[in-house]
Antibody, heavy 122, light 107 residues
Framework: EVQLVESGGGLVQPGRSLRLSCVAS????????MNWVRQAPGKGLEWVSG????????GYADSVKGRFTISRDNAKNSLHLQMDSLRAEDTALYYC???????????????WGQGTLVTVSS | DIQMTQSPSSLSASVGDRITITCRAS??????LNWYQQKPGKAPRLLIF???TLQTGVPSRFSGSGSGTDFTLTIGSLHPEDFATYYC?????????FGPGTKVAIK
């Protein structure tokens, strides 16, 4: 059974940094691309970033480009999102999601974690 | 970015009803269209990918169709557990954008 467990969320002041992590199990992690998707309170889903199996292809939403960095450690079955220069509008539940293939583009997210909440407020 | 719209934004229906949700892309996305179900306090669940392919384990009362810019999700006969919010997503181009969602409520 695929399991994705996010951690690292919390309350942070505007302009500060936070690093999210996602530990994967139940599948061969380095066979699949991974995504981060967020959901602001009471709002819809927004794709944040994707990374291919080898980290060779990476993409970001315009809203986070230059501030967030996605990475993965295939030896540790883990996915990360380094979030710098956080803004109030980054407040959301952040989901880690597995893509259906080694590349994230063209693919749906077929398994999701339960999310970790990031609140950016002074 | 490709903009995704959904209609209706919400609907009320009864157990046993057949419902259809429409999703429209701002440009041709061929068949790179996915549907997700989300229940309150839960993570999204993939229902359908590539416009019409049912994800493993998803009941056959769910079906999807369409190509190009216009797509539909149909639930053939609503079950109590189907009351949720449904999102479409295009995965043809980056960023992979979601529709605003359709909330299906009990009448």
């Amino acid at each position: 059974e695929v399991q994705l467990v996010e951690s690292g969320g919390g309350l942070v002041q505007p302009g500060r940094s936070l690093r999210l992590s996602c530990v994967a199990s139940g599948f061969t992690f380095d066979d699949y691309a991974m995504n981060w998707v967020r959901q602001a309170p009471g709002k819809g889903l927004e794709w944040v970033s994707g990374i291919s199996w080898s980290s060779g292809t990476i993409g970001y939403a315009d809203s986070v480009k230059g501030r967030f960095t996605i990475s993965r450690d295939n030896a540790k079955n883990s996915l990360h999102l380094q979030m710098d220069s956080l803004r109030a509008e980054d407040t959301a539940l952040y989901y880690c999601a597995k893509a259906g293939s080694p590349e994230w583009l063209f693919e749906p997210s077929d398994s999701w974690g339960q999310g970790t909440l990031v609140t950016v407020s002074s | 970015d490709i903009q995704m719209t959904q209609s209706p934004s919400s609907l009320s229906a009864s157990v046993g009803d057949r419902i259809t949700i429409t999703c429209r892309a701002s440009q041709n996305i061929i068949n790179y269209l996915n549907w997700y179900q989300q229940k309150p306090g839960k993570a999204p669940r993939l229902l359908i990918f590539a416009s019409s392919t049912l994800q493993t384990g998803v009941p056959s009362r769910f079906s999807g169709s369409g190509s190009g810019t216009d797509f539909t999700l149909t639930i053939g006969s609503l079950h109590p557990e189907d009351f949720a919010t449904y999102y479409c997503q295009q995965s043809y181009n980056t960023p992979p954008t979601f529709g605003p969602g359709t909330k299906v409520a009990i009448k």
